[in-house]
């Protein structure tokens, strides 16, 4: 069960429409254009019926003005596009059912964590004047789109008409976490006339938002039991068993998020107007964490007396009991995930018309990014100190001692009675029309997830994954209107695209292969011991903290529920101190490790792996016009070089491999009436 829940309110959005020249004070305004969400809708409309392809587009009211926040969510609204969102916000889109598509900005490459591109969250969506989801390719866009292709357009400085300033602040509120966040977004524009030197433009935009957002889940795991002979009981259900969740866990996550977000336009046309060349600079700088902290409850031993109670009646429809007992145990977990990503694009290009049919252009644009994601894991569970002291006394020195936790001692009392060694206490499960309530009685162990007394450390566990990654690009185009004299031939394209992309990531741990620091280790003596965390707070005050949320799961009517107070680890916000901390708990023991925490990581062989990628591509499209029937007929021919290391028993090794494509494409429009169009398209990707 997933509960979050937002609220919107926008406070400032103020457009500055264009200042063509200074008005006299005497003069009167003859006009005023004021253009809305219809306009939009028209453009939209008339992109997609006018383009060749089959192509769906959001295009903005006005600068700074697309209908969402986000790029992702205002893609949703579109046919046959569906939104994956990370913490209610819309991160990724899969076109026709398929998550292989290409993330373009002004018809270029971007670059993420991974090889798909930038993760749409991280570009604010008032820089973009449209957004295009292109459906059927046409052989002059670039390939590796299995779905579709999204195609970000920002505004271009020359499209202004003078001076444009827009901003807007909205303020978003979190009931769960009780915070506002602010969305801040500003732009301005102009173009000047420089006589006989041409024209130039600039356009600039700044984005940052900044957000705190909570995410509560609870869930169980089912297994089936068959209770007749044991309890007399007997399911009606299809498969004749009893369904029981016995395991349960709720978990709470908070995710900080801070993002921030440049672009720069420049574009200059002669006098002539035959030309213009341009430069893009776009920066975003995206960084956050994943605060997570859940209790998980290992319901291994059922109690099977006859406590149990059927719902609504002897012998239940679904056969799932609710309201039994049974004997479990707890892991409280603290976890924290950080990710800073830093993202930088750079063009520069040229559109030349060498006559008034033949038009050239060319770019080089080059696309890099970096990302860091640490990974910490501290977590506890139950362990009786007097039992655990009375077992290892029964032990030899230097035997092996490796998971006596999960030996006979853990159901059955050991010698010394007791309840093994560990924690083990009596669990209610009550099944309602909300969450369901999970009770936990006292009469075993008190306090048995907030006493430090009765906690050791179950894992430690830090991760660090690191992610590059770069690409340059070289294009040329021509265009070639009513090829060879034939009007027909409304145009014919041919180009070059040239690229070199080299991707990287390594993944680095801590103990998590080894699981050297979970759950037990020898000490000097040779015997099994563990860390308590009131030992652990003797040592470091205050690093142990009762967690419970408010508002959590209150509007489901949860009752009472126990499972949402317990002890955690509350420093993971640094990695080295921690690492430290826990070195010196484990000073003494064969588990204990010298230098800093960089020092005593290593890679996580199996995840590395490092790709370059070398592409040329050349095609040939043609685009036909026979009044009611208009057809884009062509080709795209690519060469691909790859190179792909990985790390195979300590050694890197590497892989290439070289590859050939003809990629045919053919799109078709018919003009049934003037206000019904039929499409075919047809395509090798």
């Not at 889109?93 to 090889?115: A, H, Q």
Request: a negative charge.
């Amino acid at each position: 069960m997933k509960c979050t829940k937002s609220f919107t309110a926008a406070l400032l959005s103020a457009t500055v429409l264009p200042l063509a020249q200074t008005v006299a004070a005497q003069e009167v305004i003859e006009e005023i254009v004021v253009s809305g969400i219809r306009s939009s809708l028209e453009a939209a409309a008339d992109l997609k019926r006018n383009d060749a392809r089959i192509v769906d587009a959001i295009v903005a009211e006005d600068i700074g003005k697309l209908p969402d926040n986000n790029i992702a969510e205002a893609l949703q609204r579109i046919t046959g596009v569906s939104l994956k969102s990370d913490f209610g916000v819309g991160d990724k889109v899969s076109i026709r059912g398929l998550s292989e598509n290409r993330v373009e900005l002004n018809g270029r490459t971007t670059t993420g964590d991974d090889r798909d591109g930038m993760s749409l969250q991280d570009f604010p969506s008032a820089f973009l004047s449209s957004v295009e989801v292109i459906k059927s390719p046409t052989a002059d866009m670039i390939e590796g789109a299995l779905g579709g292709t999204v195609r970000m357009n920002t505004i271009r400085p020359l499209e202004l008409d003078g001076l444009t300033i827009a901003g807007s602040a909205d303020y978003e509120y979190a009931d769960k976490t009780e915070e506002w966040a602010p969305i801040l977004n500003g732009s301005i524009g102009n173009v000047w006339d420089l006589d006989d030197g041409g024209t130039f433009g600039f356009v600039g935009n700044i984005s940052y938002q900044d957000r705190t957002i909570r995410q509560d889940n609870a869930f169980a795991r089912w297994e089936l039991f068959d209770l007749e002979d044991e309890v007399g009981f007997e399911s009606n259900g299809p498969n004749g068993l009893f369904q029981v969740a016995n395991q349960h866990t709720i978990e709470q996550y908070l995710e900080e998020r801070e993002r921030t977000a440049v672009n720069l336009s420049f574009q200059w046309a002669p006098a002539s107007e035959r030309a213009n060349v341009y430069v893009d600079l776009t920066s975003t700088d995206r960084s956050g964490s994943q605060r997570g902290n859940s209790i998980i409850d290992n319901g291994d031993v059922q109690d099977r007396s006859g406590n149990y109670r059927v719902d609504g009646a002897t012998q239940d429809q679904y056969g799932v009991l609710s309201g039994y007992e049974q004997q479990t145990w707890a892991i409280p977990k603290a976890y924290l995930e950080f990710r800073e990503t830093e993202s930088f694009s750079s063009a520069a290009g040229f559109e030349f018309d060498v006559s008034e049919s033949i038009s050239i252009s060319g770019e080089f644009a080059d696309v890099s990014s970096e990302s860091i994601t640490p990974d910490s894991h501290f977590n506890l569970r139950g362990v009786n100190q007097a039992n655990l002291d009375a077992y290892v006394a029964t032990l030899t020195p230097g035997d092996d001692h490796s998971g006596y936790f999960d030996a006979g001692n853990n159901s059955d009392p050991i010698e010394a009675g007791g309840q093994g060694l560990r924690n083990w206490y009596d669990q209610t499960f009550t099944l309602g029309s909300g969450v369901p309530s999970v009770v936990t009685s006292d009469s075993v162990i008190t306090n048995p997830w907030t006493n430090p007394a009765n906690l050791a450390l179950r894992q430690y566990e830090y991760q660090l994954r690191e992610t590059t990654n770069d690409e340059t690009a070289v294009r040329f185009d021509v265009d070639w209107s009513e090829a060879f004299g034939i009007e027909a031939i409304s145009s014919l394209k041919a180009g070059i695209r040239v690229t070199e992309n080299d991707f990287k990531l390594t993944e680095s741990e801590f103990d998590t292969g080894s699981n050297l620091y979970k759950d037990t280790f020898d000490d000097v003596t040779g015997l099994p011991a563990t860390v308590f965390a009131d030992d652990f707070l003797a040592q470091f005050p205050g690093t142990f903290t009762e967690f419970n949320h408010p508002n959590s799961f209150n509007q489901h009517g949860v009752g009472a529920n126990d499972m949402l107070t317990y002890l955690i680890y509350d420093d993971l916000d640094n990695p080295e101190t921690t690492f430290n901390r826990v070195m010196q708990a484990f000073d003494g023991t064969n588990n204990y490790r010298s230098g800093t925490l960089a020092e005593n990581m290593s890679v996580t062989d199996g995840l590395y792996r490092e790709i370059s990628e070398s592409t040329a591509a050349a095609y040939i499209s043609a685009e036909l016009d026979f009044d009611i029937i208009r057809a884009v007929i062509g080709a795209r021919y690519v060469e691909t070089d790859i190179d792909s290391t990985t790390i195979v028993d300590g050694e890197f090794v590497t892989g290439n491999n070289k590859y050939d494509d003809i990629l045919p494409s053919l799109n078709i429009s018919y003009d049934l009436s003037d206000q019904t169009m039929l499409r075919f398209a047809a395509a090798k990707v």
